[in-house]
């Protein structure tokens, strides 16, 4: 199927690791990628190609992608780190494809 | 430094059509790819379609295909996202996204617009 798909909301305690799941058929041949959009602001990419990190985002963001499913985690998450988390790749016809979007609540 | 700077709020009557320009600055937008992506309020994120800036290629969602039209002006370092009958449901910020250096970069679409808000009501 050309879709992917995420939890609605993931919450933790501050300093937990906190873990969002991106699943479809995409991933198993094409790269996740993860972008995080603060209330009000333009989405801003923290992960690429399934695992690699732009320069200025923080160590405690990882991606890794097995089979289906691509996992972005944050280690010691912090309130700073709440936002709506979107996985991103593309379809069997190269076009761009969103997951629906993962609230993460940090408290 | 790199900059993607689109058009401002438009309000439109439905079967109007609205085009939102995103020009680029502080890199080389002949060397990008160019995407779309909408989303209505509160609610998730939806590509629409890119262009290839070189060849002026474009691709769109299927369910795009029929409404919207990519275009871009070099001389400018402008791109533009054409949407026509336009309904309610087309209301959503619109944004634009460059994938520079794509053939050599892996970073993929990592410079956004800022949004721009288009209201489609009677």
Redesign the interface.
Known sequence: SSELTQPPSVSVSPGQTARITCSGDALSKK?A?W?Q?KSGQ????VI??DN?R?SGIPERFSGSSSGTVATLTIHGAQVADEADY?C?SHNSD????????TKLTVL | QVQLVQSGPEVKKPGTSVKVSCKASGFILSDSVVQWVRQPRGRRLEWIGWITVVNGNTDYAQKFQERVTISRDMSTSTVYMEVSSLRSEDTAVYYCAAYRDFESSPLGFDSWGQGTLVTVSA
């Open positions: 790269y990628y972008y959009q333009a989405p801003a990419l690429y190609e690699e732009p979107y991103y190269d076009r761009g494809l969103f997951g629906g979007g």
